[in-house]
């Protein structure tokens, strides 16, 4: 049987995130995942790409407050609500960029926000918040019905499935290099983590069903450098980009996981997931990448 083994969420697009045992499903993804982005004074969206020291910004949850500090600086705390009221006149609306997306509305929090993020990074940058009458849609060649995004690189939703790392592990496990530790999940960001699933098999997972809610797998995750950050000390190196260049690699990018859209809906809630509820597979497609076993 196949089930969820962690569900995540990123409140700060590119800060460390959060393990939850229930999520709320909302059609831009889960409830309260990357509605917070840092962008540059002009707009421009900020992530560890470029920025590898957000992976030291940690945050929780505290009832209605969302808490952030610099790993090594934990005394030093920045607290924000984890929402915005759009009906509140003090904040001001600003166009941001986030890879094609150019003009997305966002609302500016506050100074005090800015500086603290500014002053932790050493970089100028501001503090935005996607409101809800915010409509970002998703890429067109493979959204399904108008499907919207939050600040999310391009889908609501990332999952992966476990085996899908063991094998990864198994591989970079196997190479000449003794200095590669085994790598965490968390290095690649999903939302929802599976097990009981065969390595890479939720590439083939055109719809599936999480307690009522239909989900549909419309294309592979494209890698890019910011797998190669390790979380725990923003250093760069050259896992996992370099073992998955050998065998899951298409048309020139490097896929892992599978990007994810929920059922098109005017609801503002699709429902509820857990961790270990059970996933079922309602239709499969050809995947992009023959599985391990069959690759040549």
Same mark, same amino acid.
Not at 225 to 243: F, H, M, N, S
Not at 265 to 291: F, H, K, M, Y
């Given at each position: ?110 100074? #005090? ?23 970002? #849609? ?22 992966? @499935?476990?085996?899908?790392?063991? #094998? ?68 760069? @190196? ?18 892992? @996981? ?17 961790? @270990?509820?059970?996933? #079922? ?16």
């Amino acid at each position: 049987m196949i089930t969820i083994l962690g569900l995540y969420i990123y409140p700060i697009k590119s800060l460390s995130g959060i393990a939850v045992s229930e999520a709320v499903v909302e059609p831009k993804g889960l409830r309260y995942d990357r509605r917070f982005m840092l962008v540059t004074p002009d707009g421009q969206f900020i992530t560890q790409r470029a920025t590898p020291q957000m992976a030291l910004l940690d945050v929780a949850i505290d009832g209605t407050t969302l808490r952030v500090w610099h790993r090594y600086q934990p005394n030093d705390t920045l607290e924000l609500p984890l929402t915005v009221p759009e009906s509140d006149g003090d904040y001001e609306t600003i166009a941001v960029d986030i890879w094609d997306s150019h003009g997305v509305p966002a609302i500016t929090f506050s100074a #005090e926000a800015d500086q603290w993020f500014s002053q932790v990074l050493d970089m100028p940058c501001r503090l935005v918040y996607m409101p809800d009458a915010t409509y970002r #849609e998703v890429d067109a060649k493979y959204a399904r019905n108008n499907d919207a995004v939050s600040f999310a690189d391009g889908y609501p939703y990332l999952l992966i @499935g476990q085996a899908s790392l063991d #094998e990864l592990n198994r591989r970079v496990s196997s190479t000449d290099d003794e200095s590669v530790k085994p790598l965490e999940m968390r290095r690649f960001r999903p939302n929802i983590v599976v097990e009981g699933s065969r390595p890479y098999e939720e590439d083939s997972w055109q719809q599936f069903n999480i307690n009522n809610i239909d989900f549909y797998g419309v294309k592979p995750c494209a890698r890019c450098v910011l797998t190669t950050i390790d979380p725990e000390t923003a250093q760069k @190196g050259k896992e996992p980009l370099r073992t998955l260049a050998t065998y899951r690699t298409w048309n020139k990018k490097i896929l892992f @996981g599978q990007n994810v859209l929920g059922a098109s809906t005017d609801q503002a809630v699709l429902g509820t997931i857990s961790v @270990g509820q059970s996933i #079922e597979i309602v239709n499969r497609q050809e995947p992009w990448l023959a599985p391990p076993e069959f690759a040549d």
